[in-house]
Structure formats: C-alpha cells, structure tokens
C-alpha cells in the first residue's frame, strides 16, 4: 500500500499564485523527500527534509514537516508556468534502514496558467 | 556527465516475450533502483542493489529479474511479459556510504514505456 497521500490531486492556478500541496503518511520516517515530474521525463528532486526539522527552504520552494500529524506540505510561492508539472511525495521509512527505498505518493497534478 | 541514462526509451512486447531494460549512470552512486509508475499512482520499488554484488526485492518484485553487472550498470529483466507490465520503468541512483545520511536524494533517468500486448 502506498504510504503517502497527496491532496488535492490536481490543482490549477493563475502564474504569481502561490501553490500548496499536502502530503500524509502512515509510518515513523527517517526523511521526506519531494520531487517533480515534467510531462512524459523522469523525476527530479527537489528537496528533503528530515524528520528532526519542521522547516525548509530552497529558492521559491518551503517545505513543512509536522511528525506528530504524518503530515508535510509543499509551498511554490509566485508560480510561473514552468512550475506545471506533477509533484510527489517520498518517504523514507525508519525501518528502511539506509537502503534508500523511497515510498512514493500519487502526486499531486499542478497547472500554472500564464 | 549523462547522469542516469535509459535504454530503450519505448519498447512494444507481446506476451510471453522477454526483454532486458538497461540502466547506467556515470556519477559514482553504489545504489541503484527500479521503479515502475502506473497511471494515478505513485512510483512502486521493484528491485533494488544498495552496492556492487548485492539486489534485494522492493514492493512489486514478482515477474521481474535485475542484475548489477558492475557499479555502473543495473538491468531489469522480463521473462515473460505480460499485459499489467505495461507502465512505465525508471532507473534511479543516489551515493550511499556507511557515513552517509540516510538523508540525499536519488537521480532518475528519463524512463523507458514498455506495452506488453
């Protein structure tokens, strides 16, 4: 069964808007890890944080973690066309160890409109 | 660098047939993965080699073999496919050593759509 679950699964916005996708998982993660995927290419990560942080930046990228809820959001500030791409969720689980098996959501779907 | 290359990028199978899909990557990364992506769903593990000479199962293993021919090279092996082996398969890598966070993101190459008719 997947491990995490992405909300809302698709979602549209004006370029400029900021976009927030969610994600919940089910058990105790070492890390959570974002990635993109452009229409028809391979996944690109985007940023990890790990389960003793609440709060990270990178660029117009902010990504939160709350392990008492199993859940992290993903915040796009001033969207641009180029962000349309699908966004997923990866968790790697404590029981993984440190072989980097990474549980993936089913993504969440964003349209920037220009 | 290529980074994580793929071959082929399409490939159309009949039942029962087999095939080889080929990954390599040319960053030094000891870990190695394959993963499969259906419509609507997430990516799901099917095999893995966390170093050189080592593979282990992931979520989806059944139907499928995979070999680490070296430190580069990860092939993922289909006997004989079948129709629900139609998806797409991606190769991924990231550097792993007994040092390291469990912490660093993988490297994906672009993928290779297999239909199995």
């Known amino acids: 069964s997947q491990q995490g679950e992405e909300d809302p699964q698709a979602l549209s916005i004006q370029e400029g808007e900021n976009a927030t996708m969610n994600c919940s998982y089910k058990?105790?993660?070492?890390?959570l890890q974002w990635y993109r995927q452009n229409s028809g290419r391979g996944l690109v990560h985007l940023i990890l944080i790990r389960s003793n942080e609440r709060e990270k930046h990178s660029g117009r990228l902010r990504v939160t973690l709350d392990t008492s809820k199993k859940s992290s959001s993903l915040l796009i500030t001033a969207s641009r066309a180029a962000d349309t791409a699908s966004y997923f969720c990866a968790t790697v689980t404590i029981s993984s160890g440190n072989t980097g098996k990474l549980i993936f959501g089913q993504g969440t779907t964003l349209q920037v409109k220009p | 660098n290529a980074g994580v290359t793929q071959t082929p990028k399409f490939q159309v199978l009949k039942t029962g047939q087999s095939m080889t899909l080929q990954c390599a990557q040319d960053?030094?990364?000891?870990?190695m993965y394959w993963y499969r992506q259906d419509p609507g769903m997430g990516l799901r593990l099917i095999y893995y080699s966390a170093s050189e000479g080592t593979t282990d199962k992931g979520e989806v293993p059944n139907g499928y073999n995979v070999s680490r021919l070296n430190k580069r090279e990860f092939s993922l092996r289909l006997e004989s496919a079948a129709p629900s082996q139609t998806s797409v398969y991606f190769c991924?890598?990231?550097?792993?050593?007994?040092?390291?966070?469990?912490?660093?993101?993988?490297?994906f190459g672009p993928g290779t759509r297999l239909t199995v008719l």
């Open positions: 960053m030094n990364h000891n870990s």
């Open positions: 058990t105790s993660i070492n890390n």
């Open positions: 991924a890598s990231r550097y792993t050593n007994r040092y390291s966070s469990v912490g660093q993101g993988k490297f």
